[in-house]
């Protein structure tokens, strides 16, 4: 049961690099979402998607990018790092929407120098 | 917008100590989800409340929701070493398209 699997943990950036977060889950879960999480600000949604083909904003969308071309996998892009963009970011799914219990990744650690 | 503020921020209880948390919202709560982190760690789902003076258990945890469902409890009983973590809050959004957290209540129990 690998439930929600991200990829890297943990990775180092140079300001101006651009990377992909890869976020995948084998529960054939409608609902995705990315989040952002930094001390004292809590957890902050950045983007989110219901299905294949349709993704939306949330709270803090500037610099990233997501698509969703399948079910199973939501990439986070990262187009050109900043080192406010240092967090460790979470993507959950939830079977068809956020008004459910949802599943979380490990999270990956990104530093951006 | 929705705010949920979640209190105390920190906590430090002795093991086999009873202990409480809780998360206010500025709006009326439609859906109330209690969730708990390991450092390093994701999130993992423990309750959820819907209806104004729900109440749930789970082994030593309980979490009610208030008749107002404004505001919410997570009660822990003989707290364990176990139980340490960040509990955070979160509650359906305005618009019903993602959740907001709380900030957290980090729990430490010392034996």
């Known amino acids: 049961n690998a439930g929600v699997t991200q990829t890297p943990k943990f990775q180092v950036l140079k300001t101006g690099q651009s990377m992909t977060l890869q976020c995948a889950q084998d529960m054939n879960h409608e609902y995705m979402s990315w989040y952002r999480q930094d001390p004292g600000m809590g957890l902050r949604l950045i983007h989110y998607s219901v299905g294949a083909g349709i993704t939306d904003q949330g709270e803090v969308p500037n610099g990233y990018n997501v698509s969703r071309s399948t079910t199973e996998d939501f990439p986070l892009r990262l187009l050109s790092a900043a080192p406010s963009q240092t967090s460790v970011y979470f993507c959950?799914?939830?079977?068809?929407?956020?008004?459910?219990?949802?599943?979380f990744g490990d999270g990956t650690r990104l530093s951006i120098l | 917008s929705q705010e949920l503020e979640q209190s105390p921020q920190s906590l430090i209880v002795q093991e086999g100590k009873n202990l409480t948390i809780n998360c206010t919202s500025s709006?009326?709560?439609?859906?109330l989800y209690w969730y708990k982190q390991k450092y390093g760690e994701g999130l993992i789902f423990l309750m959820m409340l819907q209806k104004g003076g729900e109440e749930k258990s789970h082994e030593k945890i309980t979490a009610k929701l208030d008749e107002k469902k404004q505001q919410s409890s997570l009660h822990i009983t003989a707290s364990q070493p176990s139980h340490a973590g960040i509990y955070l809050c979160g509650a359906d959004d305005q618009a019903g398209t993602a959740l907001i957290f709380g900030k957290g209540t980090t729990l430490s129990v010392s034996s």
């Open positions: 709006k009326t709560l439609y859906g």
């Open positions: 959950a799914s939830s079977p068809t929407g956020p008004n459910q219990p949802q599943h």
